[in-house]
């Protein structure tokens, strides 16, 4: 998972010692109950402090069923919530690693169908082994296949991880796009991943995966077709407004309501950590209100106002950082 700039994943670094990055803090054990005609699993994380966006809070559903026709499935859902009241989360991407080894895994091969908008992966013939896929309910940002023992030459969406799968090349697979979805007789890893998201302050997204096998394609296809016909789980948009992306340098935007009485939001975007001083200024210049005095880190920050206390009139917020100081109008009509 990416966000605000910032990688989170529980991949092996696949370094001489097999390392596997950490970034996550479990909150509650996997627990498992009986739902109508299948099964249902729940548990709760979070990043860890340390990767400075750990108000995030992620919770994952399990869901698998008795029934013909998704017996060869199972649907994951990922709730991912914003805790923090003032913090907002931009270019949110959210992905699935795996390593398939099938049958002989240095004999699978990789394809993409786009009219299903699914990545499978197979043992080349001849063989009994299953097709496999994993595939993204909401929009795909990335379904991409990985040679493990790419000999090169190596760009941003191909390169080897047996020796090691970097940071910058696990961010790059989230945005992969699907255009590097083909392997042939090789050994197969793949990440499928949707984005960009953008979580407001205390709201949340809701993401979705179905694992699916079949013994044919067309098997598997209406596996897959089964679970998205389900219903199940709630599927959030992504982000369109350029707005709301992650901001390359610091960007005041005009409060809202304006004119206001008696509340009003200040918005802004800081493109990296800094202390910052936002106060409010009446008419003649003299200091009223201090509204935050605080380090922040990088992303879109939103802070209320609450000006009750005050006469109708123009004030002026100013937001100081540690490069930078900018000013906008409020005007409060009582």
Known sequence: MEANGRLVNSVSVRNDQQDISRDFNPISTFKISKINNGSMGTTTFSPLKTTRINDLVLTLSTYSFDTSDLKNAVILNYELYNSS?????????????????????????????????????????????????????????????????????????????????????????????????VENNVDISSVVASGPYYIAPNDKISIGFVYAYGNTLNELIS??????????????????????????????FENYPNPFNPKTNIRFKLSSSSNVTLNVYNSIGRKVLTVIDEGLSAGIHTYPIDMRNFSSGIYYARIITDTDTKTIPLTLIK
Do not use: C, H
Not at 90 to 104: A, H, L, M, P, T
Not at 227 to 246: G, M, V
């Open 223 to 252: 596996v897959v077709n089964a679970a998205r016909n389900l219903d199940l789980i709630e599927i959030s948009d992504i982000n369109t407004n350029p707005d709301l992306k992650f901001p390359d340098d610091f960007f005041v």
């Open 85 to 181: 009241p003032t913090k907002s989360f931009s270019d949110v991407y959210f992905g699935i690693f795996n390593d398939w080894d099938i049958g002989d895994y240095s004999n699978n091969s990789s394809r993409y169908n786009s009219e299903e908008n699914m990545l499978y992966i197979y043992e080349d013939s001849p063989s009994n082994e299953d097709i496999v896929s994993v595939v993204a309910l909401n929009k795909t940002s990335s379904a991409l296949a990985i040679d493990n023992n790419f000999p090169g030459p190596f760009s941003s969406t191909q390169f080897e991880i047996n020796e090691e799968f970097t940071r910058s090349e696990k961010r790059k697979s989230l945005k992969a796009g699907t255009e590097f979805s």
